[in-house]
C-alpha cells in the first residue's frame, strides 16, 4: 500500500515549455486534489476532483490543467510555464466530502528559469 | 471564506518541555480540523484529525483540542524531543467537497 505517489520528484523547465506532473493513489479514495507550497503563502488548492470524471477549480487554476484519467490517477498539467509557477507541488485525497483525513503525496519541486 | 491563522510563526524550546501550538479559523461551521507535520523538503504527515463533534484526539505525545465556538484549535506535545522539531499546519475543511485551507505554519525548533 503506497498511498499517494507524485512523479516527477524534480522538474526543472524553460519558460514556455509544457509538462504534467503525475499523481496516483491506492486508497480507493473519491476525492482528490492539487495545491501549490509556496513560502509566505502556504498551500493553496489548484483543482480539485470530487469523483472520478469531474473536476472543478480551487484558488489559484490559472495557467493549469488537470485530468482525472480514472479513480486512481488525478494528473496536473502546465501548458506554457511561467516563473511564478515555480513551486512544491503536492496530491492529495480523501474518501470524499469533508469529515475525512486527507494524505498527501510527497510533492514535485518544479523550478522554471 | 474560511481563514486559517497559527501562532506563532516559529518557536525554540529545550529539550522535554511541553509546549501548545495554537490555530485560529474564522468560520465555526466546520466539518473537522487537521494536523500536519512537515520536515524540510518532504512531504505532509498526517499527525490527528479531529472531527465536528469531537472536542480533542490523542496519538502518544500529542493531543489535540477543538473549541469550535471560539475558533480555536490546540496541538499540545508532551515532553518534547529534537526529533520534534519540525514545522507544524494546522487545516480546515474549506467546504463540502473536502478541500483544506491551511495556516502558515509554525517551525519548532527543539534544542537538545
Known amino acids: 500500500n503506497a498511498g499517494v505517489t507524485q512523479t516527477p520528484k524534480f522538474q526543472v523547465l524553460k519558460t514556455g515549455q509544457s509538462m504534467t506532473l503525475q499523481c496516483a493513489q491506492d486508497m480507493n479514495h473519491n476525492s482528490m486534489y492539487w495545491y501549490r507550497q509556496d513560502p509566505g503563502m502556504g498551500l493553496r488548492l489548484i483543482y480539485y476532483s470530487a469523483s472520478e470524471g469531474t473536476t472543478d477549480k480551487g484558488e489559484v487554476p490559472n495557467g493549469y490543467n488537470v485530468s482525472r484519467l480514472n479513480k486512481r490517477e488525478f494528473s496536473l498539467r502546465l501548458e506554457s510555464a511561467a516563473p511564478s509557477q515555480t513551486s512544491v507541488y503536492f496530491c492529495a485525497s480523501n474518501s470524499g466530502g469533508g469529515s475525512y483525513e486527507q494524505y498527501f503525496g510527497p510533492g514535485t519541486r518544479l523550478t522554471v528559469t | 471564506k474560511q481563514e486559517v491563522t497559527q501562532i506563532p510563526a516559529a518557536l525554540s524550546v529545550p529539550e522535554g518541555e511541553n509546549l501548545v501550538l495554537n490555530c485560529s479559523f474564522t468560520d465555526s461551521a466546520i466539518y473537522n480540523l487537521q494536523w500536519f507535520r512537515q520536515d524540510p523538503g518532504k512531504g505532509l504527515t498526517s499527525l490527528l484529525l479531529?472531527?465536528?463533534?469531537?472536542r480533542e484526539q490523542t496519538s502518544g505525545r500529542l493531543n489535540a483540542s477543538l473549541d469550535k465556538s471560539s475558533g480555536r484549535s490546540t496541538l499540545y506535545i508532551a515532553a518534547s524531543q529534537p526529533g520534534d522539531s519540525a514545522t507544524y499546519l494546522c487545516a480546515s475543511e474549506g467546504g463540502s467537497q473536502g478541500n483544506l485551507i491551511f495556516g502558515k505554519g509554525t517551525k519548532l525548533s527543539v534544542k537538545p
Open positions: 479531529i472531527q465536528s463533534s469531537q
